[in-house]
């Protein structure tokens, strides 16, 4: 791939809560396999956007009070103060995903501080259908996602369904019949949302098959048209690629799409690189940033239809040398932000992205463990509101299990964003 990037999107992060670590080279982090992907976009894509960028930087900081950020590479990272936000930030949305191998963490989310909670996921199959065996199935009908939905809807939450496939050659198919596709895959999920009470599905299509673009939009709009005749005010969020709204070849018509869903949940995440130890989402910095992605998707679509996606999760590198920049000896492994402030180690700050890492060695060999932490996600929570966004969404929850901090980040200082229930 281009410059070394890594594409595992958000399935890939499913391998590894399944089974607590992945190694990023077979670019799988969530248990499913990774979909296939495109080298990114070059730096001079996002030249255009350079001023946007630093503009939205400038704003975000200016709403963070008391927080002091290093300048020096390698100095202490510093902790979010109890009142980082002032008065608070707007309120928005707050997403949170939780999958179906950690259910059982769900009595101890707090669905105050979250918008909307999307159950992590049901597979679809080719043509439209819908997968009724495996773990994402039997966890629903097993009764314990019942309990989530009851405990979201008491906290004024919205409850989503996740439906995901990361299979080329099902989305292909899709894309072949997108009229006949859509229709049987509204009808497949909508007595499962009447029967468990959700208030609408989030699409989980990860690919870059540039040859089913089309398709899958159309897709997309006929799964749309068709759910809402059944229910019509049942929330769709479709999941994209954060070069999406700059790849003009690539799976996601970011502008087409954005007429059929109400919002885009950009996975802005593994946007880094396995040659080199460094951040999965870094803030600023050339290339994909969290800055250069919201202003290509801005550009493109309104801002009111943009979640930014933020990992609670990170990488850890096999490093060539105590401090970046070095060389990536081996791995990377993915690591849940709960196992790595476990670890007690003191975090370092890079300036130049604007994110933690923890630099240690382990028999002999230094590690470079690099992630977000309480003060990037409000660093991200307020670049999003900067940029007048929709709100922020997190892969995902048990990743920072037992963290509170974490999760109390994305709200700004201000309660979030409560829509009305799907009825």
Same mark, same amino acid.
């Given at each position: 791939?281009?410059?070394?990037?890594?594409?595992?999107?958000?399935?890939?992060?499913?391998?590894?809560?399944?089974?607590?670590?992945?190694?990023?080279?077979?670019?799988?982090?969530?248990g499913?396999?990774?979909?296939?992907?495109?080298?990114?976009?070059?730096?001079?894509?996002?030249?255009?956007?350079?001023?946007?960028?630093?503009?939205?930087?400038?704003?975000?900081?200016?709403?963070?009070?008391?927080?002091a950020?290093p300048?020096?590479?390698?100095?202490?990272?510093?902790?979010?103060?109890?009142?980082?936000?002032?008065?608070g930030?707007?309120?928005?949305?707050?997403?949170?995903?939780?999958?179906?191998w950690?259910?059982?963490?769900?009595?101890?989310?707090?669905y105050?501080?979250?918008?909307?909670?999307?159950?992590?996921?049901?597979?679809?199959?080719?043509?439209? &259908?819908?997968?009724?065996?495996?773990?994402?199935?039997?966890?629903?009908?097993?009764?314990?996602?019942?309990?989530?939905?009851?405990?979201?809807?008491?906290?004024?939450?919205?409850?989503?369904?996740?439906?995901?496939?990361g299979?080329?050659?099902?989305?292909?198919q899709?894309?072949?019949?997108?009229?006949?596709?859509?229709?049987?895959?509204?009808?497949?999920?909508?007595?499962?949302?009447?029967?468990?009470?959700?208030?609408?599905?989030?699409?989980?299509?990860?690919?870059?098959?540039?040859?089913?673009?089309?398709?899958?939009?159309?897709?997309?709009?006929?799964?749309? &048209?068709?759910?809402?005749?059944?229910?019509?005010?049942?929330?769709?969020?479709?999941?994209?690629?954060?070069?999406?709204?700059?790849?003009?070849?690539?799976?996601? #018509?970011? &502008?087409?799409?954005?007429?059929?869903?109400?919002?885009?949940?950009?996975?802005?995440?593994?946007m880094?690189?396995?040659?080199?130890?460094?951040?999965?989402?870094?803030?600023?910095?050339?290339?994909?940033?969290?800055?250069?992605?919201?202003?290509?998707?801005?550009?493109?679509?309104?801002?009111? &239809?943009?979640?930014?996606?933020?990992?609670?999760?990170?990488? #850890?590198?096999?490093?060539?040398?105590?401090?970046?920049?070095?060389?990536?000896?081996?791995?990377?492994?993915?690591v849940?932000?709960?196992?790595?402030?476990?670890?007690?180690?003191?975090?370092?700050w890079?300036?130049?992205?604007?994110?933690?890492?923890?630099?240690?060695?382990?028999?002999?060999?230094?590690?470079?463990?690099?992630?977000?932490?309480?003060?990037?996600?409000?660093?991200?929570?307020?670049?999003?509101?900067?940029?007048?966004?929709?709100?922020?969404?997190?892969?995902e929850?048990?990743?920072?299990?037992?963290?509170?901090?974490?999760?109390?980040a994305?709200?700004?200082?201000?309660?979030?964003?409560?829509?009305?229930?799907a009825?």
């Amino acid at each position: 791939m281009r410059q070394g990037r890594r594409r595992c999107r958000l399935p890939a992060l499913l391998a590894l809560l399944g089974a607590c670590s992945l190694l990023a080279g077979a670019c799988g982090i969530l248990g499913r396999p990774a979909a296939s992907s495109s080298p990114p976009p070059p730096t001079s894509v996002y030249n255009k956007f350079v001023g946007i960028e630093q503009q939205a930087y400038k704003t975000a900081l200016s709403d963070l009070k008391g927080l002091a950020l290093p300048k020096r590479a390698g100095a202490p990272a510093p902790s979010l103060p109890p009142d980082a936000f002032g008065k608070g930030l707007r309120s928005h949305l707050v997403l949170g995903f939780l999958p179906s191998w950690e259910i059982y963490r769900a009595s101890s989310i707090d669905y105050r501080a979250l918008s909307e909670v999307s159950y992590f996921a049901l597979q679809v199959e080719p043509g439209g &259908k819908i997968l009724r065996s495996g773990q994402g199935w039997n966890v629903l009908r097993r009764g314990g996602v019942g309990q989530v939905v009851a405990d979201a809807h008491l906290a004024g939450d919205r409850a989503l369904l996740t439906l995901y496939t990361g299979t080329a050659s099902t989305i292909s198919q899709m894309a072949k019949a997108p009229l006949a596709a859509g229709t049987e895959l509204a009808a497949e999920v909508a007595p499962l949302l009447a029967t468990y009470h959700f208030d609408g599905v989030d699409l989980d299509f990860e690919s870059q098959q540039g040859s089913a673009r089309a398709g899958f939009t159309a897709f997309v709009a006929a799964f749309a &048209k068709a759910l809402h005749l059944r229910g019509p005010h049942y929330q769709i969020v479709l999941n994209t690629f954060p070069q999406a709204a700059v790849d003009p070849d690539g799976l996601y #018509d970011v &502008k087409a799409l954005a007429r059929y869903v109400n919002d885009l949940f950009v996975m802005a995440y593994d946007m880094g690189s396995t040659s080199s130890p460094g951040p999965t989402a870094p803030l600023v910095g050339l290339n994909l940033t969290d800055a250069s992605v919201l202003a290509s998707y801005e550009a493109v679509v309104p801002a009111r &239809k943009i979640i930014l996606g933020i990992p609670f999760y990170g990488y #850890d590198f096999t490093a060539s040398g105590k401090s970046p920049p070095a060389v990536t000896l081996g791995g990377p492994v993915a690591v849940t932000y709960a196992s790595i402030a476990a670890t007690g180690r003191s975090a370092l700050w890079d300036p130049s992205s604007q994110t933690p890492y923890i630099s240690f060695k382990r028999s002999g060999q230094w590690h470079q463990t690099w992630f977000d932490d309480p003060v990037s996600v409000a660093l991200k929570v307020a670049l999003a509101a900067a940029f007048h966004t929709a709100g922020v969404g997190v892969w995902e929850l048990g990743m920072a299990a037992g963290r509170p901090a974490m999760v109390r980040a994305l709200d700004g200082g201000s309660p979030p964003l409560r829509l009305p229930a799907a009825g």
